[in-house]
């Protein structure tokens, strides 16, 4: 067997292995890139989760903006074009795969195999009979959707993140399975370009990691347009080709007709085939055991991205290896500290989340204002049709200095996820309540709805003592 040596090995090419492996080649090392085989690179993200669901859900917004205009004296006709749609999936696909490929990684300097990777010891990995070693290695081999099992499943017309995207037609009706970020966004998708939509979810509301009253909102929208919800449910059987049958927490049982699944129930981590435990690696509850610093049992492994079982978002894996590459080149090491971190689902309207949530500020012990924004009175939302959407800032108490922080907060708006950017950046950098109050907003964006925050909330704090004040100021001064 022939043996090489590698400053860095990344198995693995997705968001977190690409960010490592190409960042690690650009500072001079000598970086070996492993994938199972070529359409692998890229990873999860752009081959099946974040760019051709952002694809499909923006010609969804398309169709369903187009019939609206119907409202104004247009009359639209003519069905849905699945293949049209597949064609522009994957035409945006392309465009990017274009510099995520193993051609042009090599150009870049980088080695590349693919083939399935495994340990034979901690510094050793073998591949294709090709035996190579790294000072470091990283894994970055992402995770997988979890399969529905329940009796008669074999009967159904299966989806889920990794098929969709290829439907050869529209399902008259689609029994979505999960209330998750995916399940949502697919159900709102599949719904607006023409199926019947029903959502079944343990949970008792949708996308339950975020603000009921922000999910709430949303969730009226959605039902708005025609999607249908079972919480506190799942599928029970899957009785014939149409009818599944849902049971209830109250042990109620109910058929719901479908001529198509989507099941979006959670995700699995990829490490089965590495033979962690020949590297030293431990698993844990079917994860791998890490530190602070994103290291594995095995101290010279890393992990990035879904393996290190943190947060499953594309973002999250690149933040990853921002943290890796300092620790591999710094001796003051980062450790993972996801306080600041944010999230959109991707849905009309978006949710964005950022920083700390009440639950976990309350775990925590940290005194914290909250202040709720709703947009009935922002011009922007009056003239764009928004004016149901709501915003939840959360404030630091006033220190010594009178200083205040964005602690977190979250958003519900059509571009909740742009609106919401410098709300992320003040809460990162630990800026000043009075940054936003001060800033000088072009008039009618809807980012000023983020200053309309601040300025309510520092009216609540004018008492009837600070008047007398600023009356008494106002004969002195002015």
Not at 285 to 300: F, G, I, M, S
Not at 356 to 367: G, T
């Amino acid at each position: 067997m022939q043996e090489k040596k590698y400053d860095v090995i990344v198995i693995g090419c997705g968001s977190g292995g690409l960010s490592v492996g190409l960042g690690m080649n650009a500072l001079g090392f000598n970086v070996l890139m492993i994938a199972k085989n070529e359409r692998d690179i890229g990873g999860e993200c752009l081959n099946d989760g974040c760019i051709p669901s952002k694809a499909m859900i923006h010609i969804a917004e398309i169709i369903y903006q187009a019939k609206q205009s119907k409202k104004f004296g247009l009359d639209l006709t003519g069905d849905v074009d699945p293949k049209a749609i597949v064609t522009y999936i994957k035409d945006a696909q392309k465009s990017i795969k274009d510099h995520e490929n193993s051609a042009w990684l090599k150009n870049q300097g980088v080695d590349v195999l693919l083939g399935e990777a495994f340990f034979l010891n901690s510094a050793t990995v073998s591949v294709n009979g090709l035996e190579v070693t790294a000072e470091k290695i990283v894994l970055a081999t992402g995770s997988a959707p979890v399969r529905l099992k329940v009796l008669g499943i074999e009967k159904a017309l299966y989806y889920d993140n990794e098929s969709i995207f290829n439907l050869p037609n529209i399902p008259k009706k689609l029994l979505v399975v999960g209330s998750g970020p995916i399940g949502i966004e697919i159900g709102q998708t599949m719904a607006r370009l023409g199926s019947q939509v029903t959502v079944v979810s343990r949970s008792k509301q949708i996308l339950p990691h975020e603000e009921e009253e922000i999910a709430s909102i949303l969730q009226k929208q959605l039902e708005k347009e025609g999607i249908r919800f079972h919480f506190g449910a799942e599928i029970e059987k899957i009785s014939s080709e149409e009818k599944a049958i849902v049971k209830f927490s109250n042990d109620e049982f109910k058929y719901v007709p479908y001529d198509a699944l989507f099941v979006a129930i959670g995700r699995e981590l990829c490490f089965d085939s590495l033979k962690l435990e020949d590297a030293g690696i431990k698993i844990k509850d079917k994860k791998v055991v890490v530190n602070e610093y994103l290291q594995t049992t095995a101290k010279n492994i890393y992990v990035c991205g879904d393996i290190a079982g943190d947060l499953y978002f594309s973002h999250a894996a690149e933040f990853h290896a921002r943290i890796i590459i300092n620790n591999f080149l710094s001796p003051f090491k980062k450790k993972l500290d996801n306080k600041h971190f944010s999230w959109v689902t991707f849905t009309k309207p978006e949710i964005a989340t950022f920083g700390y949530s009440q639950k976990q500020m309350e775990e925590k012990s940290i005194s914290y204002d909250v202040n709720t924004q709703d947009f009935k009175e922002d011009d922007r939302a009056l003239t764009d049709g928004y004016t149901y959407g709501k915003l939840l800032l959360y404030a630091s108490k006033k220190n010594i200095f009178g200083k205040q922080k964005i602690l977190g907060g979250c958003m519900v708006a059509p571009s909740a996820g742009e609106m919401i950017q410098e709300l992320i950046l003040a809460n990162a950098q630990g800026l000043s309540i009075n940054t936003l109050f001060n800033k000088i907003y072009p008039y009618p964006t809807a980012s000023r709805v983020n200053q309309s925050a601040i300025v309510k909330y520092r009216s609540k704090n004018i008492t009837t003592q600070v008047k007398r004040l600023l009356k008494m100021a106002f004969k002195l001064f002015g």
